[in-house]
């Protein structure tokens, strides 16, 4: 295999996963946007551009350049361990207002705040610290962890970013563990913490794989293929899944809430194609508008059409069509949408012929109830045989009030 090859498939461990965070910050962008008041949404954008980074920076060829740029022979290696230490505390205070809701003030969740924020802050600094006082003149660009494994002060970096990262990935198993077994979590945001808890369990095999190849050198031995073949790998599939728990709940729920919402200006069609026919009116288009501000126009326009047909209204018909869907075998859930459809035909017909013919009665009945229930009465006219049927039997009995 060519050295070109070789470097192709080392570094797609590194550009995959940039490129999936990448593309799901592009896809949480317009909401972090949108909502820019809502501080989870933009600690989880945070928390993206911070994951990116790491993969950015830690790619041997960014190594590289950094260290052109600055001068200094390994002046990365500080650079990618702080990014993935401020990563992993990044992670615990996300996923402890996320538990615990952004706006709680408790005394609990502040002191666990601080603790994060200080120890990982501490860690940071502790690790350029060391870089200061270690000897490290030859650039290692893949396999920094293992050359510098034995030497002074870079042995100890190397230990405490990995410490760290095995410490937040722990606590952060346990915590996503004990919320996950709570009651009352709706199917999205359990699949994100399944993803999650994936996701870190995944990254402790990647500070097993260093930790051995570390090991393997204090110890006279060259495991140096789990550090270098291994790991890079198994942190690439670690991120994806991290960073699809992460975003799952969110564009879950906006895709659920999105899909109901055309679902139901769907389900409001037949109504309003009745209303409009009615009435004359329409719904204004704009291209730009979104789904739920047609939803919400869509329902407007029908409610106050029916305030208009009310005078139309006939009462009676409406109980004896609930009468006759229920004499057919439609249980009541069904037969109150029926017998109002059946209503709010007759309703339009006698609009109709009361501008050839009478003025309508000046009394108007109280549709309160049919106003809330305009959803179930259009779905109930999409059943053209079961209103046929009630129509039927209702004007066998009475058919003048059918016309």
Known sequence: MSPARLADGLYISFWIPAAVLTAALAIKLPSIIKLWKDPLLRAVGGLLVLACAVFVFAAPPTIAR????????????????????????????????WRNGISDRSATTRRAT???????????????????????PVERVRDLDTYYATTPYMRELIVLYLLAHTVACLISCRLIRNWIRADGLDAWLRGGLKLL????????????????AVGARWTGH??????TSLAP????VSAILIAAGFILPHTGQYLHRRGR????????????????????????????????????????????????LARYIDQDLDRRAYGAAVDLGRDARRARPLAHAVTIQAA?????????????????PDIEELLEEIEAVSRALRRTDDIRAVRARVAAAAPAHLG
């Open 261 to 308: 919402t055309r679902l139901s200006h769907w389900r409001l069609r037949p109504l309003y194609r009745l209303t409009r026919n009615a009435t004359g009116g329409r719904v204004p288009f704009k291209l730009r508008a979104t789904p739920e501000l047609r939803l919400t126009r869509r329902e407007t326009f029908i409610r106050d059409a029916l305030l208009h």
């Open 197 to 212: 808890g994936v996701g870190y369990a995944t990254n402790l095999v990647y500070d097993a794989a260093k930790a051995a």
């Open 348 to 364: 339009v017909d006698a609009r109709r012929r009361s501008r050839a013919e009478a003025p309508a009665p000046l009394d108007s």
């Open 233 to 236: 790998p198994v942190a690439c």
């Open 114 to 136: 601080r603790w994060v924020v200080g120890v990982y802050s501490c860690v940071v600094v502790a690790l350029w610290v060391l870089f200061a006082f270690a000897e490290a």
């Open 66 to 97: 950094v260290n052109r740029a600055t001068g200094v022979p390994n002046f990365s290696a500080p650079l990618v361990y702080s990014l993935i230490t401020a990563f992993c505390g990044s992670c615990l205070l996300l996923i402890t207002a």
């Open 222 to 227: 060259d495991l140096d293929w789990l550090s």
